[in-house]
C-alpha cells in the first residue's frame, strides 16, 4: 500500500490536513451514543441475545478511536448501530449531531464491514467504479478517484484481476478503497487488519495514521491488541455488551511508580553502579538487561533485508551462538 496520503491529498486540495469543521458539530463530538442498547430478538419477538448494554461514548472530531473486546462482545453491533443497519432497543445514537437513523449522514460516512461483500466477477476498477456511482459520482471524477485509491491501497498490479482471484488481504484492500470513495469525514472500520500479513497490517495502520492526519475521524473495532496500541488515541474495552475501560491509550498503560531509562554503551561497571544508585534513593533495581524488539519489527526487518538482498539467509546472534556450543560438545564428546 502508499501509505504516503497523497491520493488523499490530491483530492482534497483545500484541506491541507485540516480537520472539517461544519457548524452542526461545534461541540467537536462526531459519534455520541447515550445508554444505547441492543437485544436481539427471534422471529416471536423473544430475548435472543442482549448484545449491548447502556453503552455511552463518545467519539470526537479528528481522533482515532478503538472499540476493543473479545468474541461477541458486541463491537459489531455497536458499528452498526452508528451507520443505521441497527435500531437500538433503548438509548440513542448522534452521528454529526443526526440520529442514526437519519441516511443523509451516511454520505459523510466510509465503512468497511467485518467482511466485504464484494461482486467476485468484478475487477477491482469496476468495484469501485460501481461504488462511484452509487455516490452520483460524475465519469470524470470516478476515474480520478479510482485510480488515487487503487494506488493508496496497493492493488496496482491486480486492478484488471476479478475480485475472485484475489488473496484475502487483497480483498480486504479493496474492501477498505470501497470505504473511502466518498472521500468521507467519518471513517468506520471493523476488523481492519483480518486476514493482512504483518506488512499489509503495518501498512493499513500507516494508512489509518495517514487518513487522521488529513482530519479524518476514525472509529475502528479489533480484538488485535498491537494494532489498537499502536493507532489509537482511545479506546473502550467491551466485555459480553458492557463498557468495561474508556480513556487514552497512554494513560491506560501507564504503569505507574515504574521508571524505564534507555541506555547505549554502558559497560557491567556502569550497570553496577547505577544499581548502587537506585538503592542509595530507596527504589528497587527491577532489570537492567537489553530490551527486546518486537515479534512485528522482527518481521519487517526479515523482509525488508531479503528485499534488499534475495537469496541470503539471516542467522541470529544467538542461533550462531547456539550452533558453535553444540559444535564444541561434539567436539568435546568425540
Ligand atoms: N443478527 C443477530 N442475531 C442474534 N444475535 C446476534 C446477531 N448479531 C450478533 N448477535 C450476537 O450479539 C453478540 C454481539 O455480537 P457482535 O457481532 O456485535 O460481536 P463482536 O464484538 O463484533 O464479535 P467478533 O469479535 O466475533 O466480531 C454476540 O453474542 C452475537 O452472537
Ligand atoms: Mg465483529
Not at 469543521?21 to 437485544?39: A, F, P, Q, Y
Not at 467519539?59 to 452498526?80: A, D, M, Y
Not at 466510509?110 to 469496476?126: D, N, Q, R, W
Not at 559497560?267 to 544508585?277: C, H, L, M, P, T
Request: with cysteine; aromatic share 4%.
Amino acid at each position: 500500500m502508499d501509505t504516503d496520503s497523497t491520493a488523499l491529498a490530491e483530492n482534497e486540495p483545500n484541506a491541507a490536513a485540516q480537520p472539517v469543521h461544519n457548524d452542526d458539530e461545534k461541540s467537536g463530538v462526531i459519534i455520541e451514543t447515550r445508554n444505547l442498547s441492543k437485544i436481539y430478538r427471534d422471529f416471536w419477538g423473544r430475548k435472543k441475545v442482549n448484545a449491548l448494554k447502556s453503552l455511552d461514548i463518545e467519539v470526537r472530531q479528528g481522533e482515532i478511536f478503538g472499540l476493543l473486546g473479545p468474541n461477541g462482545s458486541g463491537k459489531s453491533t455497536t458499528i452498526k448501530l452508528i451507520l443505521g443497519l441497527l435500531f437500538p432497543s433503548s438509548g440513542r445514537v448522534l452521528v454529526f449531531d443526526k440520529d442514526a437513523s437519519e441516511t443523509s449522514k451516511n454520505e459523510r460516512i466510509g465503512y468497511l464491514p467485518e467482511e466485504s461483500y464484494l461482486y467476485k466477477f468484478l475487477t477491482a476498477e469496476e468495484t469501485l467504479d460501481f461504488y462511484g456511482r452509487l455516490f452520483d459520482m460524475s465519469g470524470a471524477d470516478r476515474k480520478k478517484r479510482v485510480a488515487e485509491l487503487i494506488q493508496l491501497v496497493g492493488l496496482a498490479g491486480a486492478k484488471h484481476r476479478q475480485l475472485k482471484e484475489y488473496s484475502k488481504g487483497m480483498t480486504r484492500r479493496v474492501g477498505l478503497a470501497q470505504a473511502l470513495i466518498n472521500d468521507p469525514d467519518l471513517i468506520l472500520l471493523d476488523e481492519p487488519t483480518t486476514g493482512l500479513d504483518p506488512i499489509g497490517t503495518r501498512e493499513m495502520k500507516d494508512l489509518i495514521l495517514a487518513l487522521k492526519e488529513r482530519g479524518k475521524t476514525i472509529l475502528l473495532c479489533s480484538h488485535q491488541l498491537a494494532d489498537v496500541q499502536d493507532v489509537c488515541d482511545r479506546v473502550a474495552i467491551l466485555h459480553q455488551g458492557e463498557l468495561k475501560e474508556l480513556g487514552r491509550v497512554s494513560d491506560l498503560l501507564k504503569v505507574q511508580d515504574v521508571t524505564e531509562v534507555h541506555a547505549e554503551g554502558l559497560s557491567e561497571d556502569a550497570k553496577s553502579e547505577i544499581a548502587e544508585v537506585i538503592k542509595r534513593h530507596g527504589g528497587t533495581l527491577k532489570s537492567i538487561d537489553n530490551p527486546t524488539a518486537t515479534m512485528e519489527d522482527l518481521f519487517l526487518n526479515i523482509v525488508r533485508e531479503s528485499e534488499a538482498r534475495p537469496g541470503a539467509r539471516r542467522v541470529s546472534a544467538a542461533e550462531t551462538q547456539d550452533a558453535s556450543d553444540s559444535g564444541q560438545q561434539e567436539e568435546a564428546g568425540q
